[in-house]
């Protein structure tokens, strides 16, 4: 099948606006508070979100019937592109992590009920989420590894377990947490997922952690469950099939990820062209000069390979076929490039570029944790080679 790179006419149009309002809006707020968003500055969220949705491009991964405008991926991936090019872009636009994935999710395998009223506020804006799979010394890279227990009580379930990194965590009104209720670490199957409400008792956050980035809203927190009790209800989907349901929300999250860092690489290029337009050296401008020339080709190359490889991935997921290569080396390829990108327009601008006087020094710290989150380059290289390597003994 001819795999088509054009998004439709209507996400085109969302995207220009979306272009507009970052670049007229959201960059100013960004400035003002020099990205960092790990304290979950509250105002600064709820005024950029009402700005959004004056200016119609708010939540347009969710599907109009919870509000949101129902792009598919391929349009996600322009108008997630074009948000992405301000640290709070996708913040204001309600599609930031781990909120854009959640959401995701829950349309996909929450009950009617859950959906009202899990989905129905996190669309809205109303309220924040976190996703609470990540441990110290269990799942992770490796999601088979979790050791947290989900175990029955009268009426329900106890969780037990100790998670860290969890984004966002800080001021999130709930949380979906991944629990083993069957089987042992390293087991292929036996994870669940439980809806967490954040005033339950039996889940604490126990430290904010200080991270080399600081433009998540609410940050990374290491989170406790001691004895969290939840009703039967709270079970997200189908008991024991917790690993499937991380490849729904898992894959179209790497691929959303890759969409808003892709901004951060074309605003970082665009940086660096207009600094080596009105800077000389040597009695010309540099954008006349060889080795800078080299470094914005080599950029411009990898800003349009990733590109195209995101959108094959988007495509394949969007003819609900089997993406779990593409998105992999879709990941891959798009961390690294973004932040190869990012590193040059850093040289180009010189003292100028690791300086507070251009974003760059802050963009190149939130891009370089993009190469672990959603998994390491390796992991994905792992898996990418036992793919190639399965699907030629397949041939063979």
Not at 243 to 253: C, E, I, K, N, T
Not at 314 to 327: M, S, Y
Not at 352 to 365: E, F, K, M, N, V
Request: charged letters at 25%.
């Amino acid at each position: 099948m001819p795999i088509e790179f054009e998004a439709d006419e209507r996400a085109t149009r969302i995207a220009a606006r979306v272009r507009e309002f970052v670049r007229h809006v959201v960059i100013a707020e960004e400035q003002a508070c020099d990205g960092v968003l790990h304290d979950g500055p509250e105002p600064l969220r709820l005024r950029l979100q009402q700005a959004a949705r004056d200016a119609g491009v708010f939540s347009p991964h969710v599907s109009p019937r919870w509000g949101g405008l129902g792009l598919d991926l391929r349009g996600q991936a322009v108008v997630f592109e074009a948000a992405g090019y301000s640290l709070l872009g996708p913040l204001a636009l309600n599609i930031a992590a781990p909120d854009e994935g959640n959401a995701h999710l829950l349309e996909k395998v929450a009950t009617e009920a859950q959906r009202e009223r899990y989905l129905a506020p996190l669309a809205r804006g109303d309220v924040r989420s976190c996703f609470a799979m990540t441990e110290p010394a269990g799942a992770g890279s490796d999601p088979r590894a979790l050791t947290t227990t989900a175990t029955r009580i009268p009426g329900g379930w106890r969780i037990d377990g100790h998670k860290w990194f969890i984004s966002g965590a800080d001021g999130a009104a709930f949380t979906i947490c991944m629990a083993r209720t069957s089987g042992a670490p390293g087991d292929a199957g036996g994870a669940t997922m439980f809806l967490v409400d954040a005033d339950n008792p039996g889940m604490k956050i126990v430290r904010n952690i200080k991270t080399l980035d600081e433009g998540l809203f609410g940050g990374h927190s290491e989170v406790l469950f001691d004895g969290c009790e939840v009703p039967d209800d709270a079970v997200l989907g189908e008991i024991d099939r917790g690993f499937d349901y991380a490849q729904v929300r898992l894959g179209p999250a790497r691929l959303t990820h890759c969409m808003r860092w892709l901004g951060i690489a074309v605003r970082a290029q665009d940086v660096a062209l207009d600094r080596a337009a009105t800077r000389s050296a040597f009695g010309r401008p540099l954008d006349q000069l060889g080795m800078v020339q080299q470094l914005v080709a080599d950029s411009e190359i990898d800003i349009a390979a990733a590109r195209a490889l995101l959108w094959q991935a988007c495509w394949e997921l969007d003819q609900v076929r089997p993406g779990a290569q593409q998105t992999s080396i879709a990941k891959t390829f798009v961390a690294e490039a973004v932040h190869r990108v990012v590193d040059r327009a850093v040289q180009i601008c010189g003292a100028l570029g690791i300086s507070a006087d251009t974003p760059l020094s802050r963009l190149y710290r939130e891009v370089r944790p993009f190469r672990i989150y959603d998994g390491p380059s390796e992991t994905h290289r792992w898996a990418i080679a036992r793919r190639a390597a399965k699907a030629r003994a397949a041939a063979r």
